[in-house]
């Protein structure tokens, strides 16, 4: 379920600086993703990766809802990750650090979460990150990812203006590269033996957001 007012409130007040306390409050009411992966991934009870982590916002999140398993997120702005280690002091088995996906995605053996980065990588960049986080989620568990997807819709081109916009102020460190596709999700997540499902996941935004969900069953017995 959503969290409440209060639940935000104190969220945003563990920032260290007042523009994340504004940033974190609006994003947490807003952005539909944190409610769509808090569906995935509430009950589960496998160790959740969270690849390009920022803030750490879906932590908080996910701890606020019951979610008990460990999480470790990553991320390779440094000023983020430092707010991310501030805001997190009083959470139990969650750890942030610095660290690049082009280079290297830690062991794990879980759920993984990747949240609105995929954009900043050229397509081999992409593919291999996918192959590499895929073999990281255990049986049973989930891959979530929140992209902007590649059409010819208005949608697309409103995200990759706010992409370059978010670029141009600072917030990002990165301008945005290449934005994948729903087949390319569906053959490299496949091909590494997940189910994939793709659906929307704008909400009330202007943004061309979808959610992609890729599951490793369990085979069954022979």
């Not at 969290?3 to 600086?17: F, G, K, M, N, S």
């Not at 990553?74 to 969650?94: N, Q």
């Not at 949608?155 to 102020?169: E, F, L, N, P, Q």
Request: charged share 25%.
């Amino acid at each position: 379920m959503p969290l409440t007012a209060e639940d935000i409130r104190q969220i945003a007040t563990r920032c260290p600086r007042r523009w994340d306390k504004h940033y974190t409050a609006s994003k947490l009411r807003a952005d539909p993703v944190y409610a769509a992966v808090e569906k995935e991934l509430v009950a589960s009870e496998l160790p959740l990766l969270d690849v390009g982590c920022g803030m750490g916002l879906l932590a908080h999140w996910m701890r606020a809802v019951g979610h008990k398993a460990r999480i470790i997120g990553f991320d390779f702005d440094e000023r983020k990750i430092h707010s991310a280690v501030e805001m997190a002091r009083h959470l139990t088995d969650t750890d942030f650090a610095v660290g690049d996906a082009r280079s290297s995605i830690p062991e794990h053996a879980g759920d993984v979460v990747i949240l609105d980065i995929l954009q900043y990588f050229e397509e081999s960049e992409q593919d291999l990150l996918l192959r590499q986080v895929a073999q990281r989620v255990a049986t049973g568990g989930k891959l979530v990812i929140r992209s902007g997807l590649k059409t010819d819709s208005w949608r697309y081109r409103v995200t990759m203006i706010c992409d370059y916009i978010a670029h141009g102020t600072f917030w990002m460190k990165s301008a945005p590269q290449r934005y994948p596709t729903a087949e390319q999700f569906q053959r490299v997540l496949e091909g590494a033996g997940l189910e994939v499902k793709i659906s929307p996941l704008w909400g009330n935004t202007p943004f061309n957001n979808h959610l992609i969900v890729a599951q490793r069953r369990a085979q069954p017995d022979r």
